[in-house]
């Protein structure tokens, strides 16, 4: 199938703990995306990469750190998670900047 | 930067009825305007989309229209079915000249049968 991917799809953690979430795309996109959605369903984009390289980094604590080993992937490793990075994380690709994204499943994150 | 405004927050319509959603934005340089519809427990899927160079575009029972002079555009959705109960999204972006879509808040739409 092609489509992005993520895993896992439930987290539930601890305060304070150190996770990662992993994406994957096998649509041959140069650009990828991380977006937190909260509670109240706003959609938050958090990072934007392009061919590896980080674009966008919209104001988000330097506990959040993406990696792209290559440009199928971007992961997002969190440390000391807190009560408020509770979401639903989304990774979304797209073949052209600017342009459609395509969304995968998502990531529900519950910090206890 | 961008700043999309979606309006209403919430929507309740009779099954058979229409359903419009309206959004504004603040950049006279975005020329890409997507919809996503989010069902619950989903992901955010495109519905439809529209570029500036045309003013109304439509799909079965969804159509979109576009005011670039005004700055705003809006989803229509025409004989409403329960299937049509989700959360949806505006965007807007300049296309090729950005790195990301700037969402709106979201309209929940509940369509009652």
């Known amino acids: 199938d092609t489509a992005v991917s993520q895993t896992p799809k439930y987290l539930v953690t601890q305060m304070g703990n150190d996770k990662s979430i992993k994406c994957e795309q096998n649509?041959?996109?140069?650009?990828m995306y991380w977006y937190k959605q909260d509670s109240k369903k706003f959609l938050k984009i958090m990072f934007s990469y392009n061919n590896k390289e980080l674009i966008i980094n919209e104001t988000v604590p330097n506990r959040f750190s993406p990696k792209s080993p290559d440009k199928a992937h971007l992961n997002l490793h969190i440390n000391s998670l807190e009560l408020g990075d509770s979401a639903v994380y989304f990774c979304?690709?797209?073949?052209?900047?600017?342009?459609?994204?395509?969304f995968g499943p998502g990531t529900r994150l519950t910090v206890l | 930067g961008e700043n999309v405004e979606q309006h209403p927050s919430t929507l309740s319509v009779q099954e058979g009825d229409s359903a419009v959603i309206k959004c504004t934005y603040s950049?006279?340089?975005?020329?890409?305007f997507p919809w996503y519809k989010q069902e619950l427990g989903k992901r955010p899927q495109l519905i439809i989309d529209?570029?500036?160079?045309?003013g109304e575009k439509k799909d079965q029972r969804i159509a979109v229209t576009l005011n670039k002079t005004a700055k705003h555009f809006s989803l229509h959705i025409t004989e409403t079915q329960p299937e049509d109960s989700a959360v949806y999204f505006c965007a807007a972006s300049r296309g090729s000249n950005d790195y990301k879509l700037s969402f709106g808040a979201g309209t929940t739409v509940t369509v009652r049968a």
């Open positions: 529209i570029r500036s160079n045309v």
């Open positions: 950049d006279s340089a975005s020329n890409y």
């Open positions: 649509l041959g996109h140069d650009t």
């Open positions: 979304a690709s797209s073949q052209v900047r600017g342009d459609e994204q395509f």
